[in-house]
C-alpha cells in the first residue's frame, strides 16, 4: 500500500496531524502538553518574532510545501537567511533612468563594480550590502552561503547566477538595508535578445524578498516596453512595496514636467490595472545639484521630494518586522490554497488508468476547477494562483502521484494562522 507522509507523526518529510500539532504547540508554548495557556513562548525557545516564524515554518509548513511541490510554483522554499537578512530595496527600471547613480548618490560613494553610462552599462543583478573592506562577490559563491537569503536564486541555474554577485562598501545605510540594482530593462529589438535566464522570474524573486521596490522613469523615456510591462505585471500582490521614482526632473521645464507626471500617471494606470496610484517622488537624485534655469519652483520641490523618499527609506528597518510577518502570513495563505487547488485535482483522478488523459482534461479547463475550489472550500479569488502558469507547471506533473492531503493536515496549515501566529505576536506586544 503507498504510504502518506500526511498520516506519519514525526516521520523526516512528513506533516505532523493534530496531535503531532499538539505536541509541538506546547513543545513551542513552552510547557507541557496539557498546558491550558496556549500563546506562551519560553524566551529561551523564541528570543523573537523571527525565530518564531522560522520553528514555525520549520515544523508546521515547510514539509507540507516539500510535500506538494510548493517550491516550484510560488517560490523556493525559505531558509534561516531569508528570515535573518537585512531589509532589502529593489531598483527596476529601463536602462539609463540613473539606478546606479541613484544608489551611488544614497551611499554617497561608488561602490565596487559599479558602471554608470547613457548606454546600458549594469548587465547583471548586483546586491549591494555592507562589509567593511571593498570587494565583489560572484553569484556562484553566494548561492551556496546558507547564512544568506540568496540560496534559491541557485534554482535559476548557472546562467544566471554568471550575472549575479554581491558589492560590499562601508556605507553607513548599508548597516541598516540592502540595495539590489539590476539591469535596464530592455526596449524595442534589443528586448528580443535572449538573456539566458528569465529576467521576470528572478525580477519576482526578489520582489517578493524585498521591503520597498523602487520603479524609476526618466522624463525622456516614459514608454513602457513589453519586458517591462512583464516585469510591472509580475510585482502584482507587492502593489503595497512600490514607490515610483521620476528621477532625472531638472532636465525638462515646469510645464513639461507637469505634461511629463500626467502621462507617466496614465501608463502607470494601464499597466498596474488599479484605480489607486503609487505614490510618485519627483527630483534630480545624483550628486550634482538640481539644474532650475528651466523651472524657478524645482529647487524647493525637489528639495522637499528628496527628503521625503529619504525619510521612506530610513522607516524601512522599523517597518522590515512587520513585512516579514506580512510576507510569511501571505505564503501560508498561498500553501494553503494551493494543498487545496492540488487536493480538489488529485480527488477527481481515476483509480486504475486513464490518469493522464484526465490530467490533460483538467488542465484544460483549470479556471473551471479553480472556479470549483473557489465554492467548494470558499477560497478567496484573489488567492487564486495564475491559471496560465499553474497550468504550464503542472503539465510537467503526474498529479495522481502527489501525497494525498487529508483534512488533518489542512487543519495544521490554518493554525498556523488562526493559533500559532496571533499567539506569537500578542506574546511579543506586536502592533499587527
Given amino acids: 500500500a503507498e504510504k502518506n507522509p500526511f498520516d506519519l507523526h ?23 502538553a496539557g498546558d491550558k495557556k496556549k500563546g506562551k513562548i519560553n524566551a529561551k525557545q523564541a528570543t523573537s518574532i523571527v525565530d518564531s516564524l522560522k520553528e514555525l515554518y520549520k515544523a508546521k509548513v515547510r514539509p507540507v510545501e516539500e510535500a506538494l511541490k510548493f517550491g516550484s510554483f510560488y517560490s523556493p522554499l525559505l531558509t534561516d537567511g531569508d528570515f535573518e537578512g537585512k531589509p532589502n530595496v529593489l531598483l527596476l527600471g529601463q536602462y539609463s533612468t540613473g539606478k546606479t547613480t541613484f544608489i551611488k548618490h544614497l551611499l554617497g560613494t561608488e561602490y565596487p563594480g559599479c558602471n554608470i553610462g547613457p548606454e546600458p552599462t549594469t548587465d ?13 562577490t560572484p553569484g556562484q559563491t553566494l548561492a551556496v552561503q546558507s547564512d544568506k537569503p540568496f540560496t534559491g536564486l541557485s534554482t535559476f ?9 554581491a558589492s560590499q562598501c562601508n556605507a553607513k ?34 520582489a517578493a524578498r524585498s521591503d520597498v521596490i523602487l520603479l524609476l522613469f526618466d522624463p525622456h523615456k516614459l514608454d513602457i516596453s513589453d519586458e517591462f510591462k512583464a516585469v510591472i505585471s509580475c510585482l502584482r500582490g507587492h502593489d503595497d512595496k512600490v514607490r515610483v521614482v521620476l528621477n532625472k526632473a531638472d532636465q525638462v521645464s515646469a510645464q513639461q514636467l507637469m505634461r511629463v507626471y500626467g502621462a507617466l500617471m496614465w501608463s502607470l494606470g494601464k499597466v498596474f490595472m488599479t484605480p489607486e ?12 545639484p538640481p539644474i532650475t534655469d528651466n523651472n524657478q ?18 522607516d524601512i528597518p522599523q517597518r522590515s518586522c512587520d513585512r516579514k510577518v506580512n510576507e510569511f502570513v501571505k505564503r501560508v495563505r498561498a500553501a494553503l490554497t494551493h494543498a487545496r487547488i492540488i487536493a480538489h485535482l ?5 483509480v486504475m488508468t486513464g490518469h493522464a488523459e484526465k490530467q490533460k482534461k483538467l488542465l484544460a479547463n483549470i479556471e473551471a476547477e479553480f472556479e470549483k475550489c473557489v465554492h467548494e472550500h470558499q477560497l478567496p479569488r484573489g488567492d487564486l494562483p495564475n491559471p496560465k502558469r499553474f497550468r504550464e507547471i503542472v ?19 490554518e493554525e498556523v494562522l488562526t493559533v500559532d501566529l496571533p499567539a506569537v505576536l500578542k506574546l511579543f506586544d506586536n502592533p499587527f
Fill in 173 to 206: 545605510l548599508l548597516e541598516e538595508i540592502t540595495l539590489v540594482d539590476t539591469p535596464g530593462v530592455l526596449s524595442g529589438e534589443k528586448q528580443r535578445t535572449d538573456r539566458g535566464y528569465s529576467f521576470v522570474q528572478v525580477c519576482e524573486w526578489f
Fill in 346 to 350: 488529485r480527488k477527481q483522478m481515476p
Fill in 10 to 32: 514525526g516521520v523526516a518529510g512528513g506533516l505532523p496531524s493534530s496531535s503531532g500539532a499538539t505536541a509541538y504547540s506546547s513543545t513551542f508554548q513552552g510547557g507541557n
Fill in 157 to 165: 541555474g548557472s546562467s544566471f547566477l554568471s550575472k549575479f554577485e
Fill in 277 to 288: 496610484v503609487c505614490k510618485v517622488y519627483v527630483g534630480s537624485f545624483n550628486d550634482k
Fill in 297 to 314: 519652483l524645482g529647487a524647493e520641490l525637489f528639495a522637499k521630494e528628496h527628503a521625503d523618499l529619504m525619510k521612506d527609506l530610513l
Fill in 124 to 136: 547583471r543583478f548586483v546586491v549591494v550590502m555592507h562589509g567593511h573592506e571593498p570587494r565583489v
Fill in 395 to 413: 503539465s510537467g506533473m503526474q498529479i495522481w502521484k502527489f501525497p494525498k492531503v487529508d483534512k488533518k493536515a489542512m487543519k495544521v496549515l
